[in-house]
T-cell receptor, first 110, second 114 residues
């Protein structure tokens, strides 16, 4: 069983929709939770970072962590065609190595 | 401010040859990481430098892989001899001291072993 599970998609939504991306994990030692966005042939770009349960908002993006359920989410409001990319969740324990999900491919249709 | 840069962007070699990948971290970042994504799999950790010292190399697949970070600046990852299963995208990331989990990634080197 993988430590981090993420639905690979693809997920296709119309422009302006609210997008919900999710990851579940099995390792209760994970303390730090990140979301990265990756465009084709580019490196992962850090979007959101949190280390506690609850919500964190940054513009159109909201990251949610539920440690009791071992479940994290990323919400994108008013989605735009430029949001079309692969979204990766990543987690870390006290060590620095990140454990990644496999990524969800998002397509926002104009 | 320049981000993490990696060179080359793409390398095609034959099985048994040697390849060296280079990573220049963000200036002032003490932490440097190597990751790899092979076809159809998730990104996996290879190793972590703090300045010039290897902090964690638990993800290195075997002794054909050698990573160095001379002087605590740029890092190289050498694969010798390369095997077919080494094909994939190799990413480098860096982070500030004390903020190890907030890692910034380079664009990656796409390695194809034929």
């Amino acid at each position: 069983q993988k430590e981090v599970e993420q639905d690979p998609g693809p997920l296709s939504v119309p422009e302006g929709a609210i997008v919900s991306l999710n990851c579940t994990y099995s390792n209760s030692a994970f303390q730090y939770f990140m979301w990265y966005r990756q465009y084709s042939r580019k490196g992962p770009e850090l979007l959101m970072y949190t280390y506690s349960s609850g919500n964190k908002e940054d513009g159109r993006f909201t990251a949610q962590v539920d440690k009791s359920s071992k479940y994290i989410s990323l919400f994108i409001r008013d989605s735009q065609p430029s949001d079309s990319a692969t979204y990766l969740c990543a987690m870390a324990t006290g060590r620095r190595a990140l454990t990644f999900g496999s990524g969800t491919r998002l397509q926002v249709q104009p | 401010e320049a981000g993490v840069t990696q060179f080359p962007s793409h390398s095609v070699i034959e099985k048994g040859q040697t390849v060296t990948l280079r990573c220049d971290p963000i200036s002032g970042h003490d932490n440097l990481y190597w990751y790899r994504r092979v076809m159809g799999k998730e990104i996996k950790f290879l190793l972590h430098f703090v300045k010039e010292s290897k902090q964690d190399e638990s993800g290195m697949p075997n002794n054909r892989f050698l990573a160095e970070r001379t002087g605590g600046t740029y890092s190289t990852l050498k694969v010798q001899p390369a095997e077919l299963e080494d094909s994939g995208v190799y990413f480098c990331a860096s982070s500030q001291s004390g903020l190890g989990s907030i890692q910034y990634f380079g664009a990656g080197t796409r390695l194809s072993v034929l």
